[in-house]
């Protein structure tokens, strides 16, 4: 369903193993991103876990797409991306063993990241990323980039991380 305004449905898969999708609250020992006790989560085995969803509109000069994201342990690939109405990708995001993307942040099990994706211009766009860990503000990345076209979607994952809790994308 839209469980809000100026999105269109979810649009949820697994492909190539196993995964899945699930709400519930956070675990033990993540940063907690919970709304009223609950948040969205896919887990993965041995395949690849999708949730993506589009705006009801493309991404105007001024607005800001904001989303709160937890990992406790870095197995596998867990990320997002942000691609246009014809489902290419414009930028994304990655956690994986090597760290959370090109950022060099240092691990926590704890953290909550905070992606932003702001259209400064025509062509031009702000990608902020926050990290948070322990309730505080630990690190913040800033880059500016050019689109060729304006974001439409935003499409999450969560691949190959292994079995358990701790390996859930929230």
């Not at 942000?82 to 489902?87: A, T, V």
Request: hydrophobic share 30%; no cysteine.
């Amino acid at each position: 369903s839209d469980g809000g305004s100026g999105f269109g449905n979810w649009d949820m898969w697994v492909s190539g193993g196993t995964g899945g999708h699930f709400r519930g609250g956070v675990a033990s020992g993540f940063g907690i991103i919970n709304t009223s006790g609950n948040s969205f989560g896919m887990w993965s085995g041995t395949g690849t876990a999708n949730a993506q969803r589009s705006f009801d509109n493309d991404l105007a000069i001024g607005q800001m797409f904001q989303i709160r994201m937890a990992k406790k342990f870095r197995d596998g690939n867990s990320g997002i991306d942000i691609m246009n109405s014809s489902f290419t990708v414009l930028y994304s995001f990655n956690i994986s063993n090597s760290g959370y993307g090109s950022t060099g942040w240092s691990y926590a099990g704890d953290s909550i990241i905070e992606f932003n994706v702001r259209r400064d211009s025509s062509t031009g766009y702000t990608v902020i990323l926050r990290q948070y860990s322990g309730g505080s503000l630990v690190n913040t990345s800033t880059t500016t980039h050019t689109f060729s076209t304006a974001p439409r979607i935003f499409k999450l994952y969560n691949s190959a991380s292994g079995g358990g809790r701790y390996r859930d994308w929230e």
